[in-house]
């Protein structure tokens, strides 16, 4: 199992991203035992390197600044850089007892020649992205008990304020998201064969292949309660009236937008949506952005999430900036009644034998990406349908557990992103915890296969990469047994 424990090893140390792993840069950089020192004069001192930085002022007294870890091309890895990556996982949940100092900083680098490469390449990350994704972890982290409040988020991180927090996440982020693109870009072209999943598979050992756990296949029959025509027809006149407001009385759509629109994503970068017609968004929406010009206004159209009108704010090239109001028609007690009802009457006929649960799936189920698979659920991580138990969603494996046998559950009332929806559950296959047989897990030994492949092509690419590109370890980290040649030795 050594190979295999390498390669999950591996995955989650790439999977580890820290919130703050501080990008910081100098002028010129001389190891001095175990700091660095700041000066604007160019002549080398030590080990010196010129580095481009706006962000230390610089004058003609020299500057010393303690603890710094290594520095990786055009970046500087601060010790307290160490620190806060442990302070995020602990936040985040993650165990760090058997994590090292070493460990940390060796992944801190690895993220950081990524993200100089990326730059090198010419890889571009929009500040509208970066801002998004910054505005999703302020979020996350808002929500944690230990923090709860802005104030103390604040304090938490040893900022000033909400804006100097907000600076340094986005240059954190940035760096992150460019690392991860130059990953993806690395790996981009590589697949492996039937016959190279084989081999792999058979050169592991027979007492040290892979064991997975538990696994069940589920089937889904989904209904969806319809609002009423006249619960339509008030939800668009009202966003008619929006865009007339908008449109003839100067109202804003920003303002309309945030106090109206039920996308629960709408606080995030201010509402504004950048979009191109590659972007993951309903083809609807994506139809409405491209067929206007910038400064109008469309009318209300339907999606699966709703109904909305948007808004182009900027039109860049093949990119546009769009904004939008999503309304949902009510719907009516009657309505959730009827449909729990029609689910009810579904489930006693399966069970009378009049139909088989695959095919009512298929002849009733309002969900379009199961119901012609007769209902059969596909796990996004791997596209198969199998799902380890100890590897769910804790919201599914406690709607599956009760299930004995054969046995369909009651309907189940959830809200979803569309909204609310019933659903009848059934499992339909029972896997044991199992040595892995090529026959029966070849999906998930071709993903195990694949990504061994993937991490030698990494190891390949960022061994001619450090020999490449500047960097430079702190004394006092040198003993550290990085899996990465930093020190060059």
Known sequence: MKRIIGVVGGMLMMATMPIFAQETTVDTVAVESNSFVVSNDTTNVGEGVSVKNDSVPVDNTREKIDGVA??????????????KSFLDMKTQGVATANISRCQVLGKLMEDKLYAHQAIQDSIVVSDVEINSTVDRQLQFLLSQPQIGSMEKL???????????????LFKVVKAQELSRRMQAKVVEGI????????QWYTNIPDDERPVFGDEVEIAQIVKIPEPSKEEVEKTINKLKEFKRDVEENGSSFAIKQTLYSEDPGKAQNGGVYSITKKSGFVQEFKDAAFSLKQGEISE????????????????????????HILLRPEISSEAIEDTK???DSIRSKIMQGKFTFEEAARNFSDEKETRFDGGVLRNPETFDTKFELTK???ALYGQI???????????????TRTGVQFKLLKVINRFKSHKADYSQDYVKIKELALKEKQFKEIGEWMEEKIEDTYINVAPDNRDCDFANNWSKK
Do not use: C
């Open 70 to 83: 290594s520095v990786v091309g055009d970046y500087v890895i601060l010790e307290s850089d160490i620190d």
């Open 300 to 323: 209300p159209f339907k999606t699966e999430f709703g109904y909305h009108i948007l808004y182009v704010e900027k039109i860049r090239g093949q990119e546009r900036d769009v904004r």
């Open 401 to 415: 557990s009760p299930l004995q046998g054969d046995e369909i559950s009651q309907p189940l009332m959830e809200e």
């Open 191 to 198: 697949e492996i064969t039937p016959e190279e999943v084989r």
């Open 154 to 168: 604040v304090a938490f991180y040893g900022k000033e304020d909400e804006q100097s927090l907000r600076e340094e």
């Open 392 to 394: 769910m969603d804790p």
């Open 341 to 343: 009802a029609e689910l």
